[in-house]
Nanobody, 124 residues
């Protein structure tokens, strides 16, 4: 059984940085696509970034491009989201997700496995 567990969220001032981690168990990450989504209460969960490990391609939402970086450590079976130059509008619960390779990397319904989420709050 696959389990994804996020950590690293917290409170940070605008302009600051955080690094989120997602530790996976039950499957090796190397054959999957890993992604981060985020959600503000009352809104839909939105795509943030994805890493297709089978061909080592990364994808980002326009709103985070140039500020966030997704990476994966296969030895630790962990995916990271480095978030720099944080803005108040980045405040959300951030979720880690896993899916089979191929398809639309930003389509949340394609992701089969999800973590419980970690809160990120950016103060102005």
């Amino acid at each position: 059984q696959v389990r994804l567990e996020e950590s690293g969220g917290g409170l940070v001032q605008a302009g600051g940085s955080l690094r989120l981690s997602c530790a996976a168990s039950g499957r090796p990450l190397s054959a999957y696509t890993m992604a981060w989504f985020r959600q503000v209460p009352g809104t839909e969960r939105e795509f943030v970034a994805a890493h297709s490990l089978i061909d080592d391609r990364t994808f980002y939402a326009d709103s985070v491009k140039g500020r966030f970086t997704i990476s994966t450590d296969n030895a630790k079976n962990t995916v990271y989201l480095q978030m720099n130059s944080l803005k108040p509008e980045d405040t959300a619960v951030y979720y880690c997700a896993m899916k089979n390779p191929g398809g639309y990397y930003s389509a949340r319904h394609d992701y089969r496995y999800w973590g419980q989420g970690t809160q990120v709050t950016v103060s102005s």
